[in-house]
């Protein structure tokens, strides 16, 4: 039941997404203020590299079987993009959906950004809900070490956690 509901969230998602992309580009023809527009640009491209990085970091580093598509891991990715952001490919459609909102500057394209990125955050529910099924506990404190998206506080707490030393154990029976 509950694959067939993630199903059907990809199936509506993607076509809102193509829909909002679409009116941005070809109907309204990004008429929008600049300066908004070059932050849509900049969104967009933190967006493709969100969405395209997991592709060979999945495929070199989870273990997934020879001639399966790289989302068939058989080990959790916890380093690199996955250090810093769980669900680095949803993260990348919602970012997709900002800059399209932010390109385009029309009621119709920011209410299905919003409707898809809605759409796209019950979608990574599953998938976490799905991860923890897969993975067990290993996922759990996966959960608690890295955001679901925010890459920001994802990022700062990589960073913090890569300048902390860890904290030596002082050898048992000395005072």
Known sequence: MKK???FGL???TWPIIIAQYILAFFVYKLPGWLPLQIIGWGIWLLSAIFGIAPIFILGRRGGVPKGKSYVATTRLVDTSLYAVVRHPQYLAGILFCVSMMLLAQQGVVILLGLIASILLYFDIQSADRE???KFGEEYRSYM????????????LRLFRDQRTPEKEEPPSGSS
Do not use: D, K, Y
């Not at 608690?144 to 990022?155: D, T």
């Open 10 to 12: 990809i199936h509506i």
């Open 131 to 133: 991860g923890v099924g």
């Open 4 to 6: 067939a509901i993630r």
């Open 144 to 155: 608690r070490r890295v955001p679901q998206l925010n890459f920001i506080l994802g990022a």
